[in-house]
């Protein structure tokens, strides 16, 4: 059957693959080299603490057994704000180490927390910026990351993990945009990362040596006058220098291309460099792995070995063993392919890659974020689940009624619309996948639908398609492929040869052309 040309790629199993190779960072060994990235649930409430669903979405994080879960960002301080885990004082231990415990007795998962700074905000557009901040504000933010580093590691997790990316205090000081003029400002790259060196420093002090620090950090801030990949490998080194245990890479996410929304604050991912920090599905795969490829190459060219951590948009074990392999990177991290699917580790290392449920980076999860509403998966979640669904792992896939009864219809402006049967499962369908061929090509992945229909907006005039769906249930396994439906999609515009002459307004057709 046509349908299966889609299976001819190159299959690793996990022995072979270097995903699923143990690295140790300062003392913590990771059983493979796959790490959940922060990333905003706003499960939280307001006052900060480690409830019940902020347990639960991280448990089920942990039962897909990645190398290393870093929690979401959380406050050193306790400006206000919405909500958000906090680590700014004792009294946030407590649950903290209870969540990491219950982590650690489900999974080998290792777990860092990720701390953050921020600066104040106000609906009517006004932002804080560095060159606002006394001395004494600066010395007392040191003194919070230090301090909230030590709490970090009272609390059981693993490692800490210091957020100086996107639009937050610390990335606004390494940026090209730091309008400050003293020490620490923007008049020399050394001033601009006067106050990251000072910070890595103090949280050492608190922490000691034989705990593990990381950075996540921007390698590239897209936008205009921002700093790229010519500064970010020095700002990497000196993180190296000054004894960061792994480097995380981050792009973009500033405030200064947001778009303002009457009556609500700024949100630092409306903007193309927000695009650029979750890239969304019409930017190509792997994104930004040039930003790591180019920082491990620099650091490791200086002898300093620090593990570099890639993101932005690989969806596939296949291509992240492939960045891997060509040395783009030593671990590389996932959010909205393991918001999507939490197992996704646990089945790629297993030989089960064919169950894993696919991001089709809709951003539906950012766009929650950015109407703080609560993250989850809203492009293929079905509507009443919080967290990602769970099912016994039973091998029986979903069935169809007859052969799927794919239907392809088009429709004005080059839209396509498709039809199909609803599958038949045992415990219950979870979605469909959409694979599609273009002028007989090999058939690819295209996008996935909760429900048995689907409108494609990208069919172009004089092209060849062909689709067929695939049906999967709450474990992962997938139905054989639905029947193939053709179409033929006319130009719409006269192709070269068809027409020879235009002349008044009449159009004078080549010998053999029929209008």
Aim: proline share 5%; aromatic share 10%.
């Amino acid at each position: 059957m046509r349908a299966l040309t889609i299976f001819r790629e190159v299959v690793y199993t996990a022995r072979e693959m270097l995903l699923f190779e143990p690295i140790v960072i300062n003392h913590m060994r990771l059983d493979n080299r796959i790490l959940l990235t922060a990333m905003v649930t706003r499960l939280s409430g307001e006052d900060g603490f480690v409830n019940q669903d902020i347990r639960d979405r991280y448990l089920r994080f942990a039962r897909g057994e990645p190398g290393l879960i870093v929690v979401e960002a959380t406050a050193v301080h306790s400006s206000k704000s919405g909500p958000l885990l906090r680590m700014c004082a004792d009294e946030f231990i407590p649950g903290h180490r209870e969540m990491v415990d219950e982590m650690h007795a489900a999974s080998p998962s290792k777990v860092a927390l990720h701390l953050i700074h921020f600066m104040k905000i106000a609906r009517s557009g006004w932002r804080q910026t560095g060159d606002m901040l006394s001395k004494d504000d600066l010395k007392a933010i040191i003194t919070a990351y230090g301090e909230a580093a030590a709490r970090t590691r009272e609390a059981g997790y693993d490692a800490v993990e210091l957020h100086m990316a996107h639009a937050y205090t610390l990335s606004s000081f390494l940026s090209r945009k730091n309008k400050r003029l003293d020490e620490y400002g923007g008049r020399s790259l050394e001033t601009r990362m006067r106050l990251m060196s000072e910070v890595i420093l103090e949280v050492r002090r608190n922490v000691g040596d034989d705990y593990p620090v990381g950075v996540r950090f921007d390698g590239e801030e897209c936008i205009k006058g921002g700093y790229g990949l010519g500064e970010s490998k020095y700002m990497a080194l000196r993180m190296s220098q000054l004894g960061v245990d792994y480097i995380s890479i981050s792009a973009g996410g500033k405030f200064e291309d947001a778009v303002k929304k009457e009556g609500e604050p700024l949100y630092p991912y409306t903007g193309y460099s927000g695009d650029r920090t979750m890239p969304a599905a019409v930017y190509q795969d792997a994104t930004n792995v040039y930003l790591s490829e180019g920082i491990k190459g620099f650091i490791n060219a200086h002898g300093y070995p620090v593990p570099v951590v890639t993101t932005g948009k690989i969806p596939t074990p296949a291509l992240a063993e492939s960045i891997l392999q060509a040395g783009k990177a030593d671990i590389v991290g996932f959010a909205r392919a393991l918001l999507a699917d939490p197992d996704w580790p646990r089945k790629a290392r297993e030989g089960k890659e064919h169950t894993i449920i696919r991001c089709i980076y809709g951003n539906v999860c950012k766009n929650l974020d950015e109407n703080f509403k609560q993250v989850r998966c809203g492009s293929l979640w079905p509507r009443e689940y919080l967290h990602a669904p769970e099912a016994p792992d039973d091998e029986q896939p979903p069935v169809w009624p007859t052969d799927g009864g794919l239907k392809v219809e088009l429709r004005e402006n080059g839209q396509v619309r498709l039809t199909w049967e609803k599958a038949k499962d045992p415990v219950g369908v979870y979605g469909y996948e959409i694979f599609r061929s273009v002028n007989g090509s090999q058939f690819v992945h295209l996008t996935s639908s909760l429900s048995a229909n689907h409108v494609e907006e990208y069919a172009l005039g004089a092209n060849r398609y062909a689709y067929f769906i695939r049906a999967y249930d709450f474990a992962g396994n997938r139905s054989v492929p639905s029947n193939t439906a053709e179409l033929e999609v006319p130009a719409g515009f006269p192709l070269p040869g068809e027409i020879s002459l235009v002349l008044d307004g009449q159009v004078e057709a080549e010998q053999g052309f029929t209008a």
